[in-house]
């Protein structure tokens, strides 16, 4: 994936730009597949965690794909385009094996769409610039979408994004996302519009408790005596199975794990004025109970923050431990999210 590392010179410019205003940025590196078929349906409800036929044209749903193990493989995003059209949306992981493999001999077609471009416009005034081009937008709710157009170009709108803020993807042809991308940033320069690179990303999603495949993964930081492999509960995920649902692929393990947890995804708040580092460890006096798997720092709000992988009888809110890299730095496990707990912001209306 071709894309700027930078744009800013300081990326903290970029992260308060998304916070305080909005930012531009391309995440067109996200995979993109279209299943279309009556047996659609079927291959979606068996390889992901949710109850599909729940999700209504103009909806989209957050899930997870596990493998037999009952562990984690990928996340994805599920848009129900039309009765018997779905775009599944996701990054690293094994949906699009799974997927295909589950399509072999259905009366499904699955495509890649390589050319299908993904624009995320988001941060607090991204509702009023797209106002001013799209009837209905402020309308859109979370996890919605729309077919539209923006700037005479073709688009989906979809109300969804990886930052905790109200934002939106823009869905766009690869032929016409030049047009787009330059003139939201042209159009929107007086509101503070910004173009923001995909690093900061990872300052937004510890902030908001999104996690990413595979760098808060056992396949990051493996166990020292076991394989790869984490499960929903471990990760804080289990509330993306739906309710009653069995069934899907490593449905009995995922059950079964549940009590067994051998850690727990947390939030670390540190005295420091600024990140820790990747991979540094977590100790509760002299035992290492932790891993830092992605570190930030708020210009806003002036706090050290982290995602960890921590020992369950430490990922309590408020337990004293220190993080050791390059100095040890005192810290206290912290739940997550830092940012906008009840989702407010992301969720709000008008």
């Known amino acids: 994936m071709g894309t700027a590392w930078t744009y800013a010179k300081d990326i903290q410019d970029e992260h308060t730009a998304i916070r305080i205003r909005a930012g531009l940025m391309?995440?067109?590196?996200?995979?993109?597949?279209?299943?279309?078929?009556?047996?659609?349906?079927?291959?979606?409800?068996?390889v992901t965690t949710r109850n599909v036929a729940k999700v209504m044209p103009g909806r989209s749903v957050y899930a997870c794909i596990l493998n037999d193990k009952g562990f984690f493989t990928d996340d994805c995003i599920i848009y129900r385009t039309g009765p018997n059209a779905w775009m599944v949306v996701h990054g690293?992981?094994?949906a699009h094996e799974e997927i295909v493999k589950q399509a072999a001999g259905r009366n499904v077609a699955v495509l890649f769409d390589d050319d299908l471009h993904d624009l995320s416009l988001q941060g607090p005034v991204a509702?009023?610039?797209?106002?001013?081009?799209?009837?209905?937008i402020r309308d859109l709710k979370y996890f919605h979408h729309m077919q539209t157009t923006l700037f005479g170009a073709p688009v989906m709108i979809?109300?969804?994004?990886?930052?905790?803020?109200?934002?939106?993807?823009?869905?766009?042809?690869?032929?016409?996302?030049?047009?787009?991308?330059?003139t939201i940033l042209a159009e929107?320069?007086?509101?503070?519009?910004?173009p923001c690179c995909f690093s900061?990303?990872?300052?937004?999603?510890?902030?908001?408790?999104?996690l990413f495949y595979p760098y808060d993964n056992s396949q990051m930081y493996p166990f020292a005596d076991q394989g790869p492999g984490d499960s929903l509960w471990e990760l804080g995920l289990d509330f993306t199975v739906s309710p009653g649902k069995t069934g899907f692929r490593g449905a009995e393990e995922h059950a079964r794990l549940k009590g067994k947890e051998r850690f727990k995804i947390y939030g670390?708040?540190?005295?420091?004025?600024?990140?820790?580092?990747?991979?540094?460890?977590?100790?509760?006096?002299?035992?290492?109970?932790?891993?830092?798997?992605?570190?930030?720092?708020s210009a806003i709000t002036r706090q050290s923050m982290a995602i960890a992988r921590l020992e369950v009888g430490c990922a309590i809110h408020g337990t004293p431990l220190t993080v050791r890299g390059k100095a040890a730095i005192p810290a206290i496990a912290h739940k997550l999210p830092f940012d906008d707990p009840e989702k407010k912001k992301r969720t709000a209306i008008g």
């Open 26 to 46: 391309d995440v067109s590196g996200l995979k993109k597949l279209h299943l279309v078929g009556p047996h659609a349906i079927a291959v979606l409800d068996y």
């Open 92 to 94: 690293s992981g094994t």
């Open 127 to 136: 509702v009023d610039f797209l106002a001013k081009h799209v009837p209905g």
């Open 158 to 182: 979809s109300r969804t994004g990886y930052t905790g803020e109200r934002g939106y993807e823009i869905f766009v042809r690869g032929q016409d996302a030049p047009l787009v991308w330059d």
């Open 188 to 194: 929107g320069a007086e509101m503070g519009i910004i």
């Open 200 to 210: 900061v990303l990872d300052m937004l999603r510890v902030e908001s408790y999104l």
């Open 268 to 297: 670390l708040l540190l005295e420091a004025d600024g990140p820790c580092d990747l991979g540094d460890t977590v100790f509760a006096g002299d035992r290492q109970v932790g891993v830092v798997t992605c570190p930030s720092y």
